[in-house]
């Protein structure tokens, strides 16, 4: 009987393997009947077959929270492979659930050569006959507060820093000022440090990110993970509004530089604060003085880590320091149609040169005299 039976199941899991890609845990025990169970199955499989083709079924997609659900399970992409081999990882159910009426948590591990690629779960409503998928990031905070400062919607689990959030709120009302752009609704969840952003959005290991933790995130259209619960995403924000005005194209020494000095450094000091432009500038000067030998060009060429001695570690970047001095410059002499040119001005250090000697007239051969020469001025 017991051979029976367990040739019986074999067959089952075949017969589910050959209708689906995504595969199914032989450990798999759900409360669910089979015939619900094979529903999700076959839903979840469509679900990521569009992700994996770039035609997602709008019909599969929760219309609550649409577009951050599109955006999020865009991402979801089956991990790639670290060499050639193409789908590396391949996507098993290994948790299925009831968390209410007619609401599933699907947990999916990407595995491929005994390693693991990524674990997430998905939240699955059963409505009317289909199947609809969410991401559960709303189930996940369903008992934090929430706070609307301006047009920021903070959510956080126990106290924010009103002060930040106002500053946050102050800056994404000049950007948009500046740059002739309307004032942008925003999400902001307060995350402890960039393995709680994975974990809120339903991610419990990913690969890629492992260890990582001195970073926030944005998922389209307007929401928000903080950087080691900074309130103020100013950073991150300023980029989302230059996308608009560059389109794909973008400058990473300009953007940061204004980013630098229009919000902040975005990654966190070795006290866990968000430095702002002035007191990085500060350290670049007390770094000068300390290393005579040091040229301003190579620190903007080589980027090192050379302000860690003063608490500002990467990722923190002084490449970004110097571009916000000569930024802050352009945007002193030339307002905001040197910003513009900046923002516009196309990807590579060598376009970047080619503005600033038009803007400037600084180049790579008076590179050091001239950043020195504004490092160093009175009232800089
Ligand atoms: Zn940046």
């Known amino acids: 009987m017991k051979i ?28 669910f009947s089979d015939s619900i169970k094979d529903r999700i199955i076959m839903s979840l499989d469509d679900l990521f077959t569009g ?4 035609n997602m079924s709008i019909n599969l997609i929760d219309n609550d929270n649409f577009d951050f659900n599109r955006n999020y399970f865009a991402n979801l992409k089956e991990p790639g492979s670290k060499d050639t081999t193409e789908h590396y990882f391949k996507r ?72 930040k959030a106002e500053i946050f709120n102050q800056k994404n009302n000049t950007m948009a000022l500046k740059l002739h752009l309307p004032v942008m609704d925003l999400e902001m969840y307060m995350c402890a ?11 419990c290991y990913d690969s ?38 560059r389109g794909k194209v973008i400058n990473i020494a300009a953007e940061e530089g ?20 002035p007191e990085l500038v500060s350290a670049l000067r ?43 410059e352009v945007e002193k002499q030339k307002g905001m149609d040197g910003i513009f040119k900046l923002i516009k001005c196309g990807k590579g250090d060598e376009n970047y040169f080619e503005c600033i000697s038009t803007l400037l007239q600084i180049n790579r051969k008076n590179f050091d005299e001239k950043v020195y020469e504004l490092l160093f001025r009175k009232n800089g």
């Open 286 to 328: 007390q770094y000068i003085k300390a290393h005579p030998e040091v040229n301003l060009s190579d620190l903007f060429n080589e980027n090192p880590d050379a302000l860690a001695e003063y608490g500002y570690p990467n990722p923190i970047s002084v490449k970004a320091v110097i571009s916000g001095i000569i930024c802050g």
């Open 4 to 31: 029976i039976l367990l040739f019986m199941f074999s067959i089952f899991s075949w017969m589910i393997d050959a209708q689906t890609k995504l595969e199914i845990s032989k450990n798999l025990h759900t409360v």
């Open 208 to 245: 890629d990110f492992n260890g990582m933790i001195n970073t926030g995130g944005i998922v389209d259209p307007k929401t928000l993970f903080s950087v080691m619960k900074n309130e103020d995403f100013s950073h991150g924000i300023f980029h989302k509004y230059a996308a608009n005005i």
């Open 92 to 163: 098993r159910l290994i948790n299925l659930y009831p968390v209410a009426p007619s609401s599933f948590m699907a947990t999916i591990a990407c595995i491929g050569n005994n390693e693991i690629g990524k674990i997430f779960t998905i939240l699955a409503k059963q409505e009317n006959d289909g199947i609809i998928f969410t991401g559960p990031i709303k189930y996940n905070t369903k008992y934090w507060k929430t706070k609307q400062i301006g047009t920021i919607t903070y959510h956080y689990p126990d106290t924010i820093n009103m002060e």
């Open 258 to 277: 204004i980013a630098y000095v229009w919000g902040n450094a975005y990654h966190a000091d070795i006290h866990g604060r968000v430095p702002d432009q």
């Open 51 to 54: 992700i994996d083709n770039g």
């Open 193 to 203: 440090d960039y393995q709680e952003v994975l974990q809120l959005q339903g991610c």
